[in-house]
């Protein structure tokens, strides 16, 4: 019988993870549930949280997995809850696009980073089975977000200008329009 997910602590900027390089997940973790139980967790914390994304170093596992989905938005439809396992992108397209982040380890705070428009990824699912597809739009900017947390980089990092940092409130009173998404990892 399955376990029930158990809720994350979702780490704060300064905690030394977040800076950290994960590590590959090792090949035994793919027979071994305990990738299947992470990952579980991972989404029902991510979820819980309200975020669209969640990476383990996130919850202080120095691993390369996150979690992400897209809810239905525009006419889009939603992207169920997958995990990605020892991800790999690449730049398809190479056009940047600044669009609002903001991270569940920087509570309260928003900026516009810029993101290549078109990617590819590849990775493993947590069964081990092989997983590429290819993103475009919100979902290259949530995958992109998500990946550079397993290399140390924060969107903070990703800021060409500090002067559209803003609180969340702030960025909800006067910040955006309807036709901006924004990207809550």
Same mark, same amino acid.
């Given at each position: 019988?399955?376990?029930?997910?158990?809720?994350?602590?979702?780490?704060?900027?300064?905690?030394?993870?977040?800076? %950290? =390089?994960? #590590?590959?997940?090792? +090949?035994?973790?793919? &027979?071994?549930?305990? @990738?299947?139980? /992470?990952?579980?967790?991972?989404?029902?914390?991510?979820?819980?949280?309200?975020?669209?994304?969640?990476?383990?170093?996130?919850?202080?596992?120095?691993?390369?997995?996150?979690?992400?989905?897209?809810?239905?938005?525009?006419?889009?439809?939603?992207?169920?809850?997958?995990?990605?396992?020892?991800?790999?992108?690449?730049?398809?397209? %190479? =056009?940047? #696009?600044?669009?609002? +982040?903001?991270?569940? &380890?920087?509570?309260? @705070?928003?900026? /516009?980073?810029?993101?290549?428009?078109?990617?590819?990824?590849?990775?493993?699912?947590?069964?081990?089975?092989?997983?590429?597809?290819?993103?475009?739009?919100?979902?290259?900017?949530?995958?992109?977000?998500?990946?550079?947390?397993?290399?140390?980089?924060?969107?903070?990092?990703?800021?060409?200008?500090?002067?559209?940092?803003?609180?969340?409130?702030?960025?909800?009173?006067?910040?955006?329009?309807? &036709?901006?998404?924004?990207?809550?990892?």
């Amino acid at each position: 019988m399955p376990v029930e997910p158990r809720l994350l602590e979702v780490i704060r900027l300064g905690h030394p993870v977040l800076r %950290s =390089v994960a #590590e590959p997940v090792p +090949e035994e973790w793919f &027979s071994s549930g305990r @990738l299947e139980e /992470l990952g579980r967790n991972l989404i029902r914390t991510m979820l819980v949280e309200e975020g669209v994304g969640l990476a383990a170093p996130q919850v202080a596992e120095e691993l390369r997995l996150f979690a992400y989905w897209l809810p239905a938005h525009r006419g889009e439809a939603e992207i169920e809850p997958t995990i990605v396992v020892n991800p790999e992108i690449r730049i398809v397209d %190479s =056009v940047l #696009e600044e669009g609002w +982040e903001g991270c569940l &380890s920087i509570p309260g @705070l928003r900026g /516009l980073v810029p993101r290549a428009r078109r990617i590819k990824i590849r990775g493993r699912t947590v069964d081990g089975g092989a997983l590429s597809l290819t993103a475009d739009g919100f979902h290259a900017r949530v995958i992109q977000h998500e990946y550079d947390h397993l290399d140390g980089v924060v969107f903070l990092d990703r800021m060409t200008s500090a002067q559209s940092l803003t609180f969340e409130e702030e960025w909800q009173r006067y910040g955006v329009t309807d &036709s901006e998404l924004d990207d809550d990892d």
